[in-house]
């Protein structure tokens, strides 16, 4: 079973920055798709950024500039570098993973496995 473990969150005021880190353990090969949501208390949850593994990167249009999705040296470990942080982007922030990348791999998509969480509050 895969299992997801972010860290990184914490409390910052606007214009700072923070790095979010995720690591998968529970499967012996690469993580096709790999991404980093969010929920804001009394929201949905929204995709933030997506890494389909050798063929692209997606961001949501409110972080595109600001934040940047990358992979870690260990396998199936993933990053979050965010900067120039808005109190917008106050939300419990999710790592998530799927087996199988190309095509379903997009924000709007689905994702099979899911981390519990790291919060991310930025006071202005």
């Known amino acids: 079973q895969v299992q997801l473990m972010e860290s990184g969150g914490d409390s910052v005021q606007a214009g700072g920055s923070l790095r979010l880190s995720c690591e998968a353990s529970?499967?012996?090969?690469?993580?096709?798709?790999m991404g980093w949501f969010r929920q804001a208390p009394g929201k949905g949850r929204e995709a933030v950024a997506l890494?389909?593994?050798?063929?692209?990167?997606q961001y949501a249009d409110d972080v595109k500039g600001r934040f940047t999705i990358s992979e870690g040296d260990a396998k199936n470990s993933l990053y979050l570098q965010m900067n120039s942080l808005k109190p917008e982007d106050t939300a419990m922030y999710y790592c998530a993973a799927s087996v199988w990348g190309g095509s379903s791999c997009r924000l709007t998509g689905d994702m099979d496995y899911w981390g519990k969480g790291t919060q991310v509050t930025v006071s202005s």
């Open positions: 890494i389909n593994k050798n063929i692209d990167t």
């Open positions: 529970g499967y012996p090969y690469s993580l096709s798709c």
